[in-house]
């Protein structure tokens, strides 16, 4: 699996963070140890709290735990994992906390350690984590016989349209895939050797080359959003500057994004809405479909809860009635037939612990199966309403070339002079309309789809429920 690490601070908005539904349909907290309160807020602000006395800051170590797409990791793995991530750092025995997410068919953890130790009030050093993380990850791909990625089987092999949080965070908000912004800023590059070129480039895709505050070269999407192209490319910031030159012949983002909106034409806004509404109109009764599901997961997973609990207390009654008091309990322990009694009871229990968490992980896997389908219809709708806002931004770009070079501009998206009045020659007359061809883009959304299966668990996938 994946293994992402940071020291941080702010455990209070960690924990927030954390216990989140909003963007994960399912989250639970699995274990705290090490600390007095029962809550993961409490217990991380209790981390705080003992980091004030010393001058530690980034007094949390949080890493995130994720294993490869559709397989099916158990819960003794993931601990296994942990654990193992504690003897690397030198972090055995300190507070930690383990939550579990589960978002879009995947199953995923996160583990918060505090760095304070409070019999010395010093932190734990950790040198070099993200090595010995990527060793470990490594180990547990060849462990468990998953397909490793080739960015981890060689640094230089990684797929350069990785991004971080905070660049998903940028995307979202600018209502596109991160990894597809990563891909098209890494088309433009490839294709252009000159400052002139990559412009062209990234203008045929909606986006400007800018004068960055902070960033030098930054591209500004249609949704005027800023992305840095180094970081986008991958590339250093001097290569990023042999190849475009300097900054002083480039605007500025303020600059940028004000002749950005005189260049995007009421016509081609008015497609973009439209397409917009119709990708929210599309993906609506799938969002439904999975705040329904969500919901009954959920409740199913209560009912099993709420029978094991049950059963244990019944089981755990069970044994403690084995156990004789009084004269018989003395003459057992005496003829040790209480220590046998107690050993046999302490294997009941381990084994009923197993059997509710073996239950427990079936359950889980029988409604991730089912939400993996799910996703995969949504994934299918998002993919073609990004592949017809690209299709838009290309004709977007022809269609202001097409003006560009027209002695006589026609209303799209620019006003045409009021007073010129030169007659279009026969070559104009014969030139095509070019607005038709990205309304018939819309055209295509609405045709009518194909009728989908609906999502259902077959029989015999839910684990036994009974007490």
Known sequence: MI??????????????HLLKTEENEHVEVHDLRGFVSNDLVGALQEAYAISKATKCKQFLFSVSLNPPPRERVDISTFEDAITRIEEKNGLTGQPRAIVFHEKEGRRHAHAVWSRIDAETMTARHLPFFKNKLRDLSRDLYIEHDWKMPRGLMNSREADPRNFTLAEWHQAKRAGRDARDLKS??????????????????????????????????VAISPEGEVFSVARAVGKKTKDIAERLGGLDQLPGVAQAREQLAKDLSQTWQRLRKEAELQKQRD??????????????????????????????????????????????????????????????NEREAYFAHERDRAQRQA???????????????????????????????????????????SPVMREFGVQANAQAKVAPNSAEKARPDPAPTMQKRLDRLREPKPTERPVSRGPGKAPDRER
């Open 363 to 405: 359950l889980i896997n029988a409604q991730l199966s089912d939400r993996e389908k799910l996703q995969d219809q949504i994934k299918t709708a998002r993919d073609r309403h990004a592949a017809l806002l690209r299709e838009l931004r290309t004709d977007q770009a022809q269609i202001k070339q097409t003006l560009s070079t």
């Open 3 to 16: 293994l992402k690490a940071s020291q941080r601070g702010g455990g209070k908005q960690l924990a927030l």
């Open 184 to 217: 098209i800023m890494q088309e433009c590059w490839a294709v252009s050797d000159t400052s002139a070129s990559f412009t062209q480039a990234l203008k045929a895709r909606g986006f400007t080359l800018a004068r960055g505050d902070r960033r030098g070269h």
């Open 283 to 344: 993906l609506a009764p799938l969002e439904m479909k999975r705040k329904e599901m969500a919901l009954a997961h959920t409740q199913e997973r209560m009912r099993l809860d709420t029978g094991q609990q049950q059963r244990w207390q019944e089981e755990t009654k069970a044994r403690a009635a084995l156990m004789s008091s009084g004269v018989r309990g003395l003459w057992n322990r005496l003829t040790g037939q209480q220590a046998l009694i107690q050993k046999q």
